[in-house]
């Protein structure tokens, strides 16, 4: 037996009676982890082949003529995802969209986080400007698009800016929040020994706000792949992203390959989204969830 309770009989030492008792707890580490992982993964492995299962469903009951508009998942897999020359291009396109959103994820995250410490230095500048990182998040971004064309150009530099629009506000409202969220008497003891303001928000400030400014980081990194995606639709010039290959697939109908198109458009802002998950884990993990 893998597990056993052996239980001595009471004997009397010294007027008094002891009772010993032990127990082997059974060694199931492996299999209890296998079973967890298991539960995990079979939620969404059934979604999955429902979706697939309603896919196929969908195609056969379009009409003959409108069948081509949406292809059944082998079609995108054998003439989209395993054909060279369309993944190829894919690819291509995918690493050019990856540039033009980490350049306007890392300003964006430069600019957030300096706006958001003035903010929490000076109680002014938080009510003169945070008004205005509202509006910037609530304008529609097609709108003032032909203006950031003429202004910026329609080449890499107009992608960028279009980034930084859509991934700015996440990054000012989370890091601000972190700021502001230190407790008033932490803040108070660095005050007593006499530290400068500098050091509060290096020493004391900037740590604490780190889970929240990670979460703006993870936020901001999925807008950031869809800001690039809709700069190429409009910014054509240059070297084309997955926005531009998008536009030219649906031109052509040729659903396949757009199809597999927008697969990798969506599993790079899963991959942007996940990498900041590990980042955050990797630097603030351990402490953060031991105090949580």
């Keep these: 037996m893998s597990s056993s309770t052996d239980i001595k009989a009471p004997a009397e030492q010294g007027g008094q009676v002891t009772l010993t008792a032990t127990a082997v707890a059974p060694s199931r580490r492996g299999t209890s982890a296998l079973v967890l992982s298991l539960r995990n993964a079979l939620p969404p492995l059934i979604v999955f082949v429902v979706i697939i299962a309603v896919w196929y469903l969908i195609r056969y009951l379009l009409p003959e003529g409108q069948k081509f508009v949406l292809p059944t998942p082998d079609a995108v897999l054998t003439e989209g ?27 964006a995250a430069v600019l957030g986080i300096t706006w958001a410490i003035a ?57 601000l929040f972190g700021l502001q969220s230190v407790e008033r008497s932490m803040v ?38 869809v800001g690039a ?45 996940a990498v900041f998950g590990l980042l955050s884990k990797l630097a603030v993990g351990r402490w953060y969830d031991a105090t949580r």
């Design 81 to 107: 995802v395993f054909d060279p020359q369309t993944m190829g291009d894919i690819l291509e396109s995918a690493w050019h969209t990856t540039q033009v959103a980490i350049t306007g994820l890392a300003i």
């Design 119 to 175: 903010m929490s230095t000076a109680s002014w500048v938080q009510r003169s400007t945070y008004a205005y990182a509202v509006v910037l998040q609530t304008i529609p971004i097609l709108a003032i698009v032909p203006l950031i064309g003429i202004w910026f150009g329609y080449e890499f530099n107009a992608r960028v800016v279009v980034c930084v629009m859509i991934s700015l506000f996440p990054m000012v409202a989370n890091t």
């Design 188 to 225: 108070e003891l660095f005050k007593l020994q006499k530290a400068s303001p500098l050091v509060v928000l290096t020493k004391l400030k900037l740590p604490a706000a780190l889970p929240s400014i990670f979460v703006g980081l993870r936020t901001s990194a999925g807008l950031s792949v």
């Design 229 to 273: 995606i809709v700069g190429d639709f409009f910014f054509q010039r240059g070297t084309p992203g997955l926005g531009s290959l998008i536009s030219t697939y649906t031109r052509l109908l040729n659903m396949s390959a757009l199809f597999a198109a927008i697969f990798v458009a969506a599993l790079l802002g899963i991959v942007m989204f």
